[in-house]
C-alpha cells in the first residue's frame, strides 16, 4: 500500500487557494467568453516561452488579424492551469508530461496541440549539501516533497523504480515549488522534487545538491494544450498562438542570456541563474510524433498501475489530428 501523503499545514491552505482562484477564474473568463467569443484565454506560467510570449507582444497582432483578442492568466504549475482548462475557464495554456494525463483522466476537455523536444536534464530530486543520502536507493523511509501530479512527480515514480523502491516506500509531500522550497530548506523534508528554473535558484544560491537529474530516467517533454471544443471551432486561432510560439522559441534558442534578462524580473530569480535553466531547456515546437505519444501512454500507463489516476486514458485520443 502507498504510503500517506502528509501535506504540512501551508500546502493545504496553499491547494485551497489555488482551488480558489481557479473557481474564480473560471467564473470570470467564462462570463467574458460568452460576452465575446473571440477572444484566446491563455494560461501561463512564471517561467517558459508562453511568458515570453506575452512579455513581447507578438501575439496580440496575429491574432487581431483574425478577429481575435488574447487574455492572460498566471499560474503557478501545469495541474492548477489545467484544472481551469477542464472548467471551461481557459483555451490554451502548457505543462509538464504530467498534468495533462492527470487532467485527461478527469475530463476529456483537452487536446494536445505541440511540444517542445525532451530536456530531462531540466529536473531533479534534491537533497540538502551536507545529507547523508547519496542515491535514490537512501531515499527509502525518507520524506520527498514534490507536486503532485507535476512533472517530477513522474521523476520520483521512475527514480525510485529504477532504485528498486516505490511510491510505499518513502513519504510523499505533495507542495507547490514556492512550499517546497521553504520545507527544504527548513528541513521538513528530506528531499524535494523540483523543476527549472527553482531547480536551478535551489543549487546556485541554495543549500540543495542534485541527487538524480532526468537522465535516463525521464524525457520532460513541454506540451502545449488546447480546450478540444475551443479547438474545434478556432483552429485557426489555435495556429495563430502556435506560429506565435515558434517564432519566439527560434529567438530563444540562440538568446539564453537575452531571455534570462527579459524573464528575470517577472520570474523573481537573478537572470545569471535562469540562464543556467535555460540552458537546460529544449527548443523546436513541433507537433506530437508517434514516439511522443508512446511515451506519453507509458507514463499514463504507469500511473494507472499505481492507482494514481481513476481510470486508464488514451493519450492519442486528446492528439489534435491535422487539420483539426
Same mark, same amino acid.
Given at each position: 500500500?502507498?504510503?500517506?501523503?502528509?501535506?504540512?499545514?501551508?500546502?493545504?491552505?496553499?491547494?485551497?487557494?489555488?482551488?480558489?482562484?481557479?473557481?474564480?477564474?473560471?467564473?470570470?473568463?467564462?462570463?467574458?467568453?460568452?460576452?465575446?467569443?473571440?477572444?484566446?484565454?491563455?494560461?501561463?506560467?512564471?517561467?517558459?516561452?508562453?511568458?515570453?510570449?506575452?512579455?513581447?507582444?507578438?501575439?496580440?497582432?496575429?491574432?487581431?488579424?483574425?478577429?481575435?483578442?488574447?487574455?492572460?492568466?498566471?499560474?503557478?504549475?501545469?495541474?492548477?492551469?489545467?484544472?481551469?482548462?477542464?472548467?471551461?475557464?481557459?483555451?490554451?495554456?502548457?505543462?509538464?508530461?504530467?498534468?495533462?494525463?492527470?487532467?485527461?483522466?478527469?475530463? +476529456?476537455?483537452?487536446?494536445?496541440?505541440?511540444?517542445?523536444?525532451?530536456?530531462?536534464?531540466?529536473?531533479?530530486?534534491?537533497?540538502?549539501?551536507?545529507?547523508?543520502?547519496?542515491?535514490?536507493?537512501?531515499?527509502?523511509?525518507?520524506?520527498?516533497?514534490?507536486?503532485?501530479?507535476?512533472?517530477?512527480?513522474?521523476?520520483?515514480?521512475?527514480?525510485?523504480?529504477?532504485?528498486?523502491?516505490?511510491?510505499?516506500?518513502?513519504?510523499?509531500?505533495?507542495?507547490?515549488?514556492?512550499?517546497?522550497?521553504?520545507?527544504?530548506?527548513?528541513?521538513?523534508?528530506?528531499?524535494?522534487?523540483?523543476?527549472?528554473?527553482?531547480?536551478?535558484?535551489?543549487?546556485?544560491?541554495?543549500?540543495?545538491?542534485?541527487?538524480?537529474?532526468?537522465? +535516463?530516467?525521464?524525457?520532460?517533454?513541454?506540451?502545449?494544450?488546447?480546450?478540444?471544443?475551443?479547438?474545434?471551432?478556432?483552429?485557426?486561432?489555435?495556429?495563430?498562438?502556435?506560429?506565435?510560439?515558434?517564432?519566439? +522559441?527560434?529567438?530563444?534558442?540562440?538568446?539564453?542570456?537575452?531571455?534570462?534578462?527579459?524573464?528575470?524580473?517577472?520570474?523573481?530569480?537573478?537572470?545569471?541563474?535562469?540562464?543556467?535553466?535555460?540552458?537546460?531547456?529544449?527548443?523546436?515546437?513541433?507537433?506530437?510524433?508517434?514516439?511522443?505519444?508512446?511515451?506519453?501512454?507509458?507514463?499514463?500507463?504507469?500511473?494507472?498501475?499505481?492507482?494514481?489516476?481513476?481510470?486508464?486514458?488514451?493519450?492519442?485520443?486528446?492528439?489534435?489530428?491535422?487539420?483539426?
Amino acid at each position: 500500500m502507498q504510503a500517506a501523503a502528509q501535506p504540512l499545514p501551508e500546502a493545504r491552505l496553499a491547494r485551497a487557494w489555488i482551488l480558489l482562484t481557479a473557481l474564480a477564474l473560471s467564473l470570470l473568463t467564462g462570463l467574458a467568453a460568452r460576452a465575446d467569443e473571440k477572444v484566446v484565454r491563455i494560461g501561463y506560467q512564471k517561467y517558459g516561452t508562453l511568458v515570453l510570449l506575452k512579455g513581447k507582444g507578438t501575439l496580440e497582432p496575429k491574432l487581431k488579424a483574425l478577429g481575435y483578442t488574447v487574455t492572460w492568466s498566471e499560474f503557478p504549475s501545469g495541474p492548477p492551469l489545467l484544472e481551469a482548462l477542464n472548467a471551461g475557464a481557459l483555451d490554451f495554456g502548457t505543462a509538464g508530461e504530467t498534468p495533462p494525463i492527470f487532467a485527461q483522466a478527469a475530463s +476529456d476537455a483537452l487536446t494536445y496541440v505541440a511540444h517542445e523536444p525532451a530536456a530531462p536534464r531540466g529536473e531533479a530530486i534534491l537533497v540538502p549539501k551536507d545529507s547523508p543520502i547519496r542515491s535514490v536507493a537512501e531515499l527509502k523511509g525518507k520524506t520527498v516533497a514534490f507536486t503532485r501530479g507535476s512533472n517530477v512527480n513522474y521523476l520520483v515514480v521512475s527514480a525510485l523504480k529504477k532504485a528498486g523502491l516505490t511510491l510505499a516506500d518513502i513519504t510523499p509531500v505533495y507542495l507547490t515549488p514556492a512550499d517546497g522550497r521553504a520545507a527544504f530548506e527548513r528541513g521538513a523534508v528530506d528531499a524535494w522534487g523540483v523543476w527549472d528554473p527553482f531547480y536551478a535558484a535551489a543549487v546556485v544560491t541554495g543549500n540543495a545538491r542534485v541527487l538524480s537529474d532526468g537522465t +535516463d530516467l525521464v524525457p520532460n517533454h513541454q506540451f502545449y494544450l488546447a480546450s478540444r471544443a475551443f479547438t474545434a471551432k478556432n483552429g485557426a486561432a489555435v495556429d495563430a498562438v502556435v506560429s506565435a510560439i515558434a517564432e519566439i +522559441d527560434a529567438w530563444a534558442k540562440d538568446n539564453a542570456d537575452a531571455v534570462a534578462q527579459e524573464l528575470a524580473p517577472s520570474v523573481g530569480i537573478p537572470a545569471p541563474i535562469l540562464a543556467v535553466a535555460l540552458k537546460r531547456q529544449s527548443y523546436g515546437v513541433r507537433s506530437l510524433d508517434r514516439d511522443v505519444v508512446a511515451q506519453q501512454q507509458r507514463i499514463a500507463d504507469t500511473f494507472h498501475g499505481l492507482g494514481l489516476i481513476p481510470k486508464a486514458v488514451d493519450v492519442a485520443d486528446a492528439v489534435r489530428k491535422p487539420g483539426s
